[in-house]
């Protein structure tokens, strides 16, 4: 099993539509949680944490759910400048700086 | 603030030649990370260092890769010799030690051609 996991897309939605996405991770240990947003050819960035009580920023959303190791990522009112690949990124915690990407998904806005 | 600095921000190159990719850190990150991003295998860690000592470098695919930061300001990413596998974009990214949100800060990537 992968450490972390993420269902590749794409997912094509049109202008307003909520979405969201889910990533598993393997590791029942890890502390850290976060989304991070690539553009077409460009770097990551950090788009968001995610917390022990879930965190909002928005029209976004992400949750944490430890029991099932999974977290997850709302999009309300979707823009078509939220066309990117979305980036599940876990960190084991232990003092560690090390992280793990997933793969990705990629998620289409059309007008 | 000028972020992470990368260069070249495209190479290309032939099959046995010495590639040297470069980066500089944000100033004052005490972490430095090398990653490599394929469409078939996503990003990868490559190797981290703190404070300029390597500290995983389970990442690096073989003994052609090597990577050193003889300073805090400066790193370097060596392939010899290069094979065409190791066609990727290479990022570079830095992070401050103690934030809990571990953020880091990547470079806009060298992407590596090597034919």
């Known amino acids: 099993r992968k450490e972390v996991e993420q269902d590749p897309g794409p997912f094509n939605v049109p202008e307003g539509a909520t979405v969201a996405f889910n990533c598993t991770y393997s590791n029942s240990a890890s502390q850290s949680f976060f989304w991070y947003r690539q553009d077409c050819r460009k770097e990551p960035k950090l788009l968001m944490s995610?917390?022990?009580s879930g965190n909002e920023d928005g029209r976004f959303t992400a949750q944490l759910n430890r029991a099932s190791q999974y977290i997850s990522l709302l999009i309300r009112d979707s823009k078509l400048s939220d066309s990117a690949t979305y980036l599940c990124v876990v960190n084991p915690g232990g003092g560690y700086q090390k992280v793990t990407f997933g793969t990705g998904t990629k998620l289409q806005v059309i007008p | 603030d000028a972020g992470v600095i990368q260069s070249p921000r495209h190479e290309v190159t032939e099959m046995g030649q010495e590639v040297t990719l470069r980066c500089k850190p944000i100033?004052?990150?005490?972490?430095l990370f090398w990653y490599r991003q394929t469409m078939m295998r996503g990003l990868e860690l490559l190797i981290y260092f703190n404070n300029n000592v390597p500290i995983d470098d389970s990442g690096m695919p073989e003994d052609r890769f090597s990577a050193k930061m003889p300073n805090a300001s400066f790193s370097t990413l060596k392939i010899q010799p290069s094979e065409p596998r190791d066609s990727a974009v290479y990022f570079c990214?830095?992070?401050?030690?103690?934030?809990?949100?571990?953020?880091?800060?990547f470079g806009p990537g060298t992407r590596l051609t090597v034919t």
């Open positions: 100033s004052g990150h005490d972490y």
């Open positions: 990214a830095s992070s401050l030690a103690g934030l809990a949100e571990y953020e880091q800060y």
């Open positions: 995610v917390y022990s």
